[in-house]
């Protein structure tokens, strides 16, 4: 079977320090870039918004950062700016080995939809394309890392586990923003929808 690591979102925003960061962002790097040794395929997505996205609280008046607010696709949580094309905050952490990535996944590029998930926007319909580049590579099994478990991890890896894909997602190599307990219900999620949580 052939298999590719996805490393999600390993970006300098995410990390301590960064306008986003979650707790812990920094430490999974040394072990992602030791399990890229075992595979053939890396490749790497990238929060990449333009600035006063959608997503931001900053573009929506009288909006706090962790609030949410309906969007014609849903209940869209508002994030601090983050990952604004170009920044500082939206390149990969110093220490992620890039090299070996033969695809770099940028998402999020819509000003009026976020896109959590590697394959689809939050609107679950408007596709990254990498679905087709993984299927015309023969890859059918994926193993997931990085930041964040609870919305970019675990949204990257229910979409592939309904796209036909076997599922790994590596916890130990993933950190939670976990918030009001969406770590819970996204593990859940996740297990529903055949992912293996290792
Ligand atoms: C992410 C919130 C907003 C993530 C990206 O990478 O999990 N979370 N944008
Ligand atoms: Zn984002």
């Given at each position: 079977?052939?298999?590719a690591?996805?490393?999600?979102?390993?970006q300098n925003?995410?990390?301590?320090g960064?306008?986003?960061?979650v707790?812990?962002?920094?430490?999974?790097?040394p072990?992602?870039?030791?399990?890229?040794?075992?595979?053939?395929t890396v490749?790497?997505?990238?929060d990449?918004?333009?600035a006063?996205?959608?997503s931001f609280?900053?573009?929506?008046?009288?909006?706090?950062?962790?609030?949410?607010?309906?969007?014609?696709?849903?209940?869209?949580?508002?994030?601090?700016?983050h990952?604004?094309?170009?920044s500082?905050?939206?390149?990969?952490?110093r220490?992620?080995i890039?090299?070996?990535a033969?695809?770099?996944?940028?998402?999020?590029?819509?000003p009026?939809?976020?896109?959590y998930?590697?394959f689809?926007?939050?609107?679950?319909?408007t596709?990254?394309?990498?679905?087709?580049w993984?299927?015309?590579?023969?890859i059918?099994?994926?193993?997931?890392?990085g930041l964040?478990?609870?919305?970019?991890?675990?949204?990257?890896a229910?979409?592939?586990?309904?796209?036909?894909?076997?599922?790994?997602?590596?916890?130990a190599?993933?950190?939670?923003?976990?918030?009001d307990g969406s770590?819970?219900?996204?593990?859940?999620?996740?297990?529903?929808?055949?992912?293996?949580?290792?």
């Open positions: 079977m052939t298999k690591l996805i490393v999600i979102d390993v925003d995410f990390c301590p960064g306008a986003l960061a707790a812990g962002g920094d430490e999974i790097v072990g992602i870039n030791a399990l890229m040794g075992e595979f053939d490749v790497l997505t990238q990449w918004h333009p006063g996205h959608s609280a900053s573009s929506h008046e009288g909006k706090a950062p962790f609030g949410t607010t309906e969007m014609p696709y849903g209940t869209q949580v508002l994030w601090p700016d990952c604004v094309q170009g500082h905050g939206a390149h990969f952490h220490d992620l890039v090299d070996r033969t695809m770099i996944q940028r998402k999020g590029m819509n009026a939809v976020d896109s998930s590697a689809f926007e939050n609107d679950h319909v596709p990254t394309g990498l679905e087709g993984l299927h015309s590579r023969g059918s099994s994926l193993t997931f890392v964040a478990t609870d919305f970019c991890v675990s949204f990257s229910v979409d592939a586990a309904k796209l036909g894909f076997q599922v790994t997602v590596a916890r190599l993933c950190r939670a923003i976990d918030l770590l819970a219900v996204a593990e859940a999620g996740m297990t529903e929808a055949g992912v293996f949580l290792d």
